[in-house]
């Protein structure tokens, strides 16, 4: 499908949480009109469907789930969330988000009433996980072995964060764990194995929204296997379900993540 410089303006000027499922109804519209080209004016008429009273709420869903590209092949990432991403939408799908806002919002829903899941293959975070109810990161924890170092300094250089220095010493690198992000780069990079991925899983945020009072998501401590991250999200649901009245987001119903889930580490 082809967008007119007009119309492709216009769709950029759609909030970046549902400009998806407003470019693919867009889409859809022109399709059915046997056209292969997007105009501004069939932009401007799916923006009326959406404002008229009613209109929003048949378009949403309940929940919206993200990832960001590292499934594609993308360089940086340190643990795929490709398959977590399916497994995790099946199980939002059982808990029937839908449903449950419209017993409490009837034809008020909105889209920022949805339950929002990104995934991330890394740190660098590019599907925005620190503002969505639930953010799940990947990540790869790197440890110095016993193999000799080379000293080419390729980890210290490499890595964003600062948190790889090289003692002569030693001469070893050294891993300041309180700066790592676990991004993986200086076990790619290192030609004589000194450094290693230790083991790979997910890093688990809450609570992040934007809107009138934005909040950034809190990190819960420790690295999580698949199915905990499954464990975890669930029980977010189930917590999600049975306090959150007329649309609250799931962020407002707690102030400190261990109300929800107590500490623990994989």
Not at 96 to 109: R, T, V
Not at 127 to 145: F, L, T
Request: glycine share 6%; with cysteine; proline share 5%.
């Amino acid at each position: 499908m082809k967008w007119s410089p007009e119309a492709e303006a216009a769709i950029n000027k759609v909030p970046f949480f549902i400009r998806k499922q407003v470019k693919k109804k867009v889409a859809a519209h022109v399709e059915n009109l046997g056209r292969s080209m997007v105009h501004l004016a069939d932009v401007t008429v799916l923006k009326q469907q959406f404002l008229t009273k009613g209109g929003m709420a048949k378009q949403v869903k309940g929940y919206d789930i993200s990832a960001c590209f590292g499934s594609a092949g993308c360089p940086h990432a340190a643990c795929s969330t490709a398959d977590l991403m399916t497994d995790l939408e099946n199980l939002v799908k059982q808990a029937d988000i839908l449903s449950f806002l419209k017993a409490s919002l009837g034809e008020n829903i909105k889209f920022h009433h949805e339950f929002r899941i990104a995934l991330c293959d890394c740190p660098n975070a590019c599907s925005r996980p620190q503002i969505a109810d639930i953010g799940i990161m990947g990540a790869a924890v790197p440890v110095v072995k016993n193999t000799d170092c080379t000293g080419c300094n390729f980890c210290v250089q490499v890595c964003p964060d600062q948190a790889v220095t090289f003692t002569e010493i030693e001469e070893k690198p050294v891993i300041d764990q309180d700066l790592c992000q676990c991004c993986g780069r200086c076990t790619q990079v290192c030609p004589a194995h000194t450094l290693e991925t230790a083991r790979t899983g997910f890093r688990i945020l809450l609570g992040g929204r934007l809107g009138r009072h934005p909040r950034l998501a809190l990190e819960m401590p420790g690295l999580y296997s698949y199915d905990q991250v499954l464990t975890v999200v669930r029980t977010c649901l189930d917590f999600y379900k049975t306090h959150s009245k007329n649309g609250q987001r799931f962020s407002l119903l707690f102030t400190r993540i261990n109300q929800v889930i107590p500490p623990e580490s994989g």
